[in-house]
């Protein structure tokens, strides 16, 4: 959901400045400026072939934009000329607190949007390859302890929120009361991870209970009530609210 909504966003916003929903076709006036392993990304979707030629049909922008990986985006946006990137963030984070251009032109708003961006984007990258998220070389650095870690990857993920409601509060809303955001939220605990500690086999009979509740803003996650099949005493033990 992330991923969709960041990248429609950045979509509609660059169509929108070049008046154009073809915004990345190179080949024409009205294109906006790509460089690198992002213009060779684009190139793959338009042309084909040795020598290379031009699809015959071109794909859709629909098609183009699906296509394109998730590391497409942040490079194109880094891409951006001062020109070009405070108006396309205006657009693409249209509902940030701050969001107009004059916000975007200052270098140390981007840097810190963009470092979110960076983090997200290799959170999803290690997820993708199964490898562990836990461990500290993948979060601050500055962890001590694991259950920093659980820490910070909770707010990695309240990052992610954040993000999203910028681009589409409808979006965010749909996550936020999702059983999948539940369930992260229950098992990126404390709690839980002491209970997988004490019980690895038992530890996935804990069932959540409570209803996500809305929050008026995304700067901390709500607590989750857990409660264990009744009869068993273990995990009657592990009745309190999880918490960081």
Known sequence: MYEVTLRNAIHAAASKFANNANWYDYSQTWALPLYGTTKDKITDELYSGTPSLRR???PTPDAVVS???????????????????PRILTDTFA???????????ITSNVADLMEKLQKIQR????????????????LKGTETHWSHCVVSLRELHDDMM??????????????EHSYARRLFLG?????AVKAFKADPFAAGRMMPFADLLPRS?????????????????YWSAMRPVLTY
């Open 67 to 85: 296509s394109l990986s998730f590391g497409f985006w942040n490079g194109f946006l880094n891409g951006l000329t001062s020109r070009e990137q």
């Open 123 to 138: 959170l999803r990258n290690a997820v993708a390859h199964l490898e562990p998220i836990w461990k500290k070389h993948r």
């Open 162 to 175: 954040q993000i999203m409601s910028w681009c589409c509060p409808h979006a965010a809303s749909a996550v």
């Open 95 to 105: 509902f940030h607190p701050h969001s107009k251009p004059k916000h975007w032109s």
């Open 217 to 233: 803003s995304y700067s901390m996650p709500p607590s989750y009530a857990w409660i264990a099949p009744q009869g068993n005493a």
């Open 187 to 191: 098992i990126c605990s404390t709690n």
């Open 56 to 58: 015959a049909p071109q």
